[in-house]
C-alpha cells in the first residue's frame, strides 16, 4: 500500500507519498480500498507537530470513503464489498483501518468524493451542536468560520433543528456561498464589529448557542454576544488557544462548554448512534448534502495544505485515490 507519511515534522515538504506494509485488522476492524480521502484543518497541525498528543512517524488524514476489503469477525456494520464512508486516522493512504463503529454505508447516489466530506465535518458539528448545546427549535445560533468544513455542517444541522443561524467568516465572497446554503445573517468578522451587528439582527437579545471555533482573535466579541443562559461550544483554536472571560458572565448564566470528539464519553453512545439515526437518513433523503469546495488528485495534497492555509475554501477540499 500507498501512504501520505510524516517521519519528521515541518512544512509543506515534511509530506512524502511512501510505500508501506499493509496493516493488520483486529476483531472489530475492518480494511478499506480508500477511494477519497477529506481534508481538515487539524492536518495541517498535525504535519507540522503542533496538535497535542501527535506522535511521528503518522500517516495523514482522518476520514474517507471506499471500498471493503477485510473485515475482523466482530464487526457488524458492512461486509466485503460495500461501499462505506468512514471516520479513521490514516486516511491519506490506498488502505485504511477503520473501526466498525466508524464505518457508515454510502448514501444512495453518492459516490466516494461525497462520503469523504462527512466524517469529521458532520460528527463534529452534531456532537456540538444536537449532543453537546442541544439546540432547541428557533434558538438563535452563531456559528464562527462558517465556510470551514465544521462550519457548512453545523449550518446544515442547526437549520434542520429549525433554528435562527448567523454565520462569520473573513471574506465577502464566503459568506455569499453561506447564504446559498440557507444561512439567515451573515457577518464579516474582519470588517464588521461583531457584537453590535449580533445586537442590530437579534434586537438586543444576543444568541442562544455559540460555535466557537476561532479562538482568541474572536473570542470577546462572541461571549459578549451571548443571551441570558447561552451555551458556547467550544471546538477549534484556529486564531488562539488563550481565551479570557469576566466571572461576570455568571449574571447572564452563560455556560461555557469544551468538547472533543476523540474523548468525549458520551461520542460512541450517543453521537455516533442518534448521528446514525439522524444524520445518515437526511443524506439518504436529501434534506443534508455534503458541502465540497474541490476535488484535487491524492498526489496534489501539498496543494491541498497551501488551500487550507489561504482560508479560501468553502466546506471541503477532496483528495482522490485512483
Ligand atoms: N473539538 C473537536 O472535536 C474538533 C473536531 C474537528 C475539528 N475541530 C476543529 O474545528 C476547527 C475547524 O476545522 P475544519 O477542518 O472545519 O477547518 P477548515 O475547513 O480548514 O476551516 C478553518 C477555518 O478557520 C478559519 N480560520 C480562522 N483563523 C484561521 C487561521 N489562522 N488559519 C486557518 N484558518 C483560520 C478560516 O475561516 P475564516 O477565514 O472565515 O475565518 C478557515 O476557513 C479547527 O480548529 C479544528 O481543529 C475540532
Request: with cysteine.
Amino acid at each position: 500500500m500507498w501512504a501520505w507519511r510524516v517521519d519528521d515534522f515541518g512544512g509543506i515538504d515534511a509530506m512524502k507519498w511512501k510505500e508501506l506494509d499493509e496493516p493488520s485488522i483486529s476483531e472489530d476492524e475492518i480494511l478499506v480500498h480508500v477511494k477519497a480521502s477529506g481534508i481538515n484543518f487539524a492536518e495541517t497541525r498535525m504535519r507540522a507537530g503542533t496538535y497535542t498528543g501527535i506522535k511521528r512517524p503518522l500517516t495523514l488524514g482522518l476520514e474517507g470513503a471506499g471500498v471493503v476489503e477485510k473485515i475482523g469477525p466482530n464487526v457488524k456494520n458492512c461486509k466485503i464489498g460495500d461501499k462505506i464512508f468512514f471516520r479513521a486516522r490514516g486516511s491519506h493512504a490506498t488502505k485504511c483501518v477503520v473501526k466498525d463503529y466508524h464505518a457508515f454505508p454510502l448514501p444512495k447516489n453518492w459516490d466516494f468524493k461525497d462520503g469523504a466530506a462527512v466524517g469529521v465535518g458532520w460528527l463534529t458539528a452534531w456532537h456540538a451542536l444536537y449532543v453537546t448545546a442541544k439546540v432547541k427549535k428557533h434558538s438563535k445560533v452563531l456559528i464562527e468560520a462558517i465556510a470551514s468544513s465544521v462550519g457548512s455542517a453545523a449550518l446544515q444541522i442547526a437549520k434542520n433543528q429549525g433554528c435562527f443561524v448567523i454565520g462569520t467568516a473573513s471574506s465577502d465572497a464566503k459568506l455569499s456561498k453561506a447564504k446559498e446554503w440557507g444561512v439567515d445573517e451573515v457577518i464579516n468578522y474582519k470588517n464588521e464589529n461583531v457584537l453590535q451587528r449580533v445586537m442590530e439582527i437579534t434586537s438586543n437579545y444576543g444568541v442562544d448557542v455559540g460555535c466557537m471555533t476561532i479562538g482568541t482573535e474572536t473570542s470577546d466579541d462572541l461571549i459578549a454576544s451571548m443571551a441570558n443562559g447561552g451555551k458556547i461550544v467550544m471546538y477549534g483554536s484556529t486564531g488562539g488557544r488563550e481565551v479570557k472571560f469576566d466571572l461576570g458572565i455568571g449574571s447572564r448564566n452563560l455556560q461555557l462548554l469544551s468538547m472533543s470528539i476523540d474523548t468525549a464519553d458520551n461520542y460512541v453512545p450517543e453521537t455516533l448512534s442518534t448521528f446514525r439515526k439522524y444524520v445518515l437518513d437526511g443524506f439518504n433523503q436529501g434534506s443534508f448534502k455534503p458541502v465540497i469546495d474541490r476535488v484535487i488528485p491524492s498526489s496534489d495534497l501539498p496543494k491541498a495544505h497551501k488551500m487550507v492555509d489561504d482560508r479560501k475554501h468553502f466546506g471541503k477540499i477532496i483528495l482522490e485515490f485512483n
